[in-house]
Nanobody, 121 residues
Framework: QVQLVESGGGLVQAGGSLRLSCAAS????????MAWYRQAPGKQRELVAT???????KYADSVKGRFTISRDNAKKTVYVQMNSLKPEDTAVYYC???????????????WGQGTQVTVSS
Protein backbone atom coordinates (compact mmCIF):
# COMPACT_ATOMS: atom_id res chain seq x y z
CA GLN A 1 0.00 0.00 0.00
CA VAL A 2 1.22 3.49 -0.88
CA GLN A 3 0.17 6.71 0.81
CA LEU A 4 0.88 10.20 -0.45
CA VAL A 5 0.38 12.93 2.12
CA GLU A 6 0.42 16.57 1.07
CA SER A 7 1.06 19.53 3.32
CA GLY A 8 1.77 23.24 3.08
CA GLY A 9 -1.44 24.62 1.63
CA GLY A 10 -3.17 27.68 3.00
CA LEU A 11 -4.33 31.22 2.41
CA VAL A 12 -1.93 33.75 0.95
CA GLN A 13 -2.20 37.19 -0.63
CA ALA A 14 -1.51 37.74 -4.30
CA GLY A 15 2.22 38.01 -4.88
CA GLY A 16 3.00 35.76 -1.96
CA SER A 17 4.61 32.34 -1.81
CA LEU A 18 3.81 28.86 -0.57
CA ARG A 19 5.71 25.59 -0.57
CA LEU A 20 3.80 22.34 -0.85
CA SER A 21 5.25 19.00 0.18
CA CYS A 22 4.13 15.46 -0.58
CA ALA A 23 5.65 12.52 1.22
CA ALA A 24 5.23 8.94 0.07
CA SER A 25 5.08 6.10 2.54
CA UNK A 26 4.56 2.37 2.37
CA UNK A 27 6.35 -0.63 1.01
CA UNK A 28 7.20 -0.46 -2.70
CA UNK A 29 9.99 -1.08 -5.17
CA UNK A 30 10.40 2.35 -6.73
CA UNK A 31 8.84 5.73 -7.41
CA UNK A 32 9.23 7.01 -10.93
CA UNK A 33 7.81 10.33 -12.04
CA MET A 34 6.09 12.56 -9.52
CA ALA A 35 3.81 15.46 -10.27
CA TRP A 36 1.54 18.15 -8.95
CA TYR A 37 -1.94 18.68 -10.35
CA ARG A 38 -4.59 21.19 -9.35
CA GLN A 39 -8.32 21.50 -9.63
CA ALA A 40 -10.19 24.76 -9.29
CA PRO A 41 -13.94 24.84 -8.56
CA GLY A 42 -15.93 23.97 -11.66
CA LYS A 43 -12.83 23.12 -13.67
CA GLN A 44 -11.06 19.95 -14.70
CA ARG A 45 -7.95 18.78 -12.92
CA GLU A 46 -4.87 20.10 -14.70
CA LEU A 47 -1.20 19.24 -14.64
CA VAL A 48 0.98 21.83 -12.92
CA ALA A 49 4.45 20.30 -13.01
CA THR A 50 6.23 16.96 -13.27
CA UNK A 51 9.63 15.66 -12.26
CA UNK A 52 11.27 12.41 -13.23
CA UNK A 53 13.33 10.25 -10.88
CA UNK A 54 16.42 11.81 -12.50
CA UNK A 55 15.21 15.35 -11.88
CA UNK A 56 13.99 16.36 -15.31
CA UNK A 57 11.11 18.81 -15.00
CA LYS A 58 8.20 20.13 -17.04
CA TYR A 59 5.74 22.89 -16.24
CA ALA A 60 2.36 24.13 -17.38
CA ASP A 61 2.70 27.39 -19.27
CA SER A 62 0.58 29.13 -16.65
CA VAL A 63 3.16 28.52 -13.90
CA LYS A 64 6.47 28.67 -15.76
CA GLY A 65 8.88 31.05 -14.10
CA ARG A 66 6.83 31.14 -10.89
CA PHE A 67 6.69 27.52 -9.67
CA THR A 68 9.60 25.17 -9.08
CA ILE A 69 9.16 21.43 -8.59
CA SER A 70 11.83 19.40 -6.83
CA ARG A 71 12.19 16.06 -5.09
CA ASP A 72 14.24 14.35 -2.44
CA ASN A 73 14.47 10.69 -3.40
CA ALA A 74 15.92 9.67 -0.05
CA LYS A 75 12.92 11.20 1.72
CA LYS A 76 10.49 10.01 -0.97
CA THR A 77 9.15 13.54 -1.08
CA VAL A 78 8.23 15.95 -3.84
CA TYR A 79 7.92 19.70 -3.38
CA VAL A 80 6.58 22.63 -5.31
CA GLN A 81 7.73 26.13 -4.48
CA MET A 82 5.07 28.58 -5.63
CA ASN A 83 6.07 32.23 -5.95
CA SER A 84 4.28 35.30 -7.27
CA LEU A 85 0.96 33.62 -6.60
CA LYS A 86 -2.13 34.88 -8.39
CA PRO A 87 -5.82 34.52 -7.51
CA GLU A 88 -6.16 32.17 -10.50
CA ASP A 89 -3.77 29.76 -8.77
CA THR A 90 -6.51 29.07 -6.22
CA ALA A 91 -7.29 25.37 -6.32
CA VAL A 92 -6.94 22.07 -4.54
CA TYR A 93 -3.44 20.79 -5.28
CA TYR A 94 -2.90 17.06 -5.64
CA CYS A 95 0.29 15.06 -5.56
CA UNK A 96 0.70 12.20 -8.02
CA UNK A 97 3.32 9.47 -8.20
CA UNK A 98 4.04 6.58 -10.51
CA UNK A 99 4.91 3.66 -8.25
CA UNK A 100 6.11 0.13 -8.90
CA UNK A 101 5.19 -2.12 -6.02
CA UNK A 102 7.67 -4.86 -7.05
CA UNK A 103 10.23 -5.09 -9.84
CA UNK A 104 7.89 -7.44 -11.69
CA UNK A 105 4.90 -5.12 -11.69
CA UNK A 106 4.06 -2.24 -13.98
CA UNK A 107 3.90 1.28 -12.66
CA UNK A 108 0.60 2.46 -11.19
CA UNK A 109 -0.63 5.95 -10.39
CA UNK A 110 -1.23 7.02 -6.80
CA TRP A 111 -2.79 10.25 -5.60
CA GLY A 112 -2.71 12.29 -2.44
CA GLN A 113 -5.83 13.62 -0.75
CA GLY A 114 -5.23 17.18 -1.88
CA THR A 115 -4.39 20.43 -0.12
CA GLN A 116 -6.23 23.71 -0.57
CA VAL A 117 -4.37 26.76 -1.83
CA THR A 118 -6.29 30.03 -1.75
CA VAL A 119 -4.81 33.24 -3.14
CA SER A 120 -6.64 36.43 -2.23
CA SER A 121 -6.51 39.55 -4.38
Amino acid sequence: QVQLVESGGGLVQAGGSLRLSCAASGSFFSINAMAWYRQAPGKQRELVATITSFGSTKYADSVKGRFTISRDNAKKTVYVQMNSLKPEDTAVYYCNAGVRMTYRENERDYWGQGTQVTVSS
